[in-house]
């Protein structure tokens, strides 16, 4: 089975612009969770999609925004892009089953670079 | 909220066992994840703890006690390949898809 897929991999923007980014789940999973990675802040929940609603947000302002697809396929877009938005963008699938065991698994991320 | 703390970094010699602790203080908790995550590239799940106890995977293994908001991962017969980044992360009752994570340990493996 294939894994998760972001594209692209590597972006550089100015600031000011905007970005959209993309993540194809494992096939069969319906929930997509983005996160935040940088050097000084870790790992950082961004918001979740399930069956195309947003069902949890992290502290993010609202230039942070997503949505998902009927195909489960998920966009993250950052409008009006800053500095300290450069960062690995890490997009994470999971079934769920409702279990308490629903695992997420991680796609290699888009690394954005904001001069 | 959550809180996680992990140590930074821990160094280990080849072929030795590397013990590394989160301890988490929340107000809900549904399971805790270990990834293991290699410079430069996306983290990949090792385990998953939501009762009390040790759950053995090959080489690794990883216990949790709830009462003491606490886990360990365990690495046993280290390789040079196991250095990279472990993070502890938990999911709260009421946020299903939402990963809460620590800032990670940077394991070093040495000859």
């Known amino acids: 089975k294939a894994g998760v897929t972001q594209t692209p991999r590597y972006l550089i923007k100015t600031r000011g612009q905007q970005v959209t980014l993309s993540c194809s789940p494992i096939s069969g999973h319906r929930s997509v969770s983005w996160y935040q990675q940088t050097p000084g802040q870790g790992l950082q929940f961004l918001f979740e999609y399930f069956s195309e609603t947003q069902r949890n947000k992290g502290n993010f302002p609202g230039r942070f925004s997503g949505r998902q697809f009927s195909n489960s396929r998920s966009e993250m877009n950052v409008s009006t892009l800053e500095l300290g938005d450069s960062a690995l963008y890490l997009c994470?699938?999971?079934?769920?089953?409702?279990?308490?065991?629903?695992?997420?698994?991680f796609g290699p991320g888009t690394r954005l670079t904001v001069l | 909220g959550q809180n996680i703390d992990q140590p930074t970094e821990m160094t280990a010699t080849e072929g030795a066992i590397v013990q590394i602790n989160c301890t988490y203080q929340?107000?809900?908790?549904?399971?805790l994840f270990w990834y293991q995550q290699h410079a430069g590239e996306a983290p990949t799940f090792l385990s998953y703890n939501v009762l009390d106890g040790l759950e053995e995977k090959g080489r690794f293994s990883s216990f949790l006690s709830r009462s003491k908001g606490y886990s360990y991962l365990l690495l046993k017969e280290l390789q040079m390949k196991d250095s990279a980044s472990y993070l502890c992360?938990?999911?709260?009752?009421?946020?299903?898809?939402?990963?809460?994570f620590g800032a990670g340990t940077q394991v070093v493996v040495t000859p």
């Open positions: 992360a938990v999911r709260d009752t009421d946020s299903w898809g939402k990963l809460q």
């Open positions: 994470a699938s999971s079934q769920p089953a409702g279990a308490s065991t629903d695992t997420q698994y």
């Open positions: 929340t107000s809900g908790f549904n399971g």
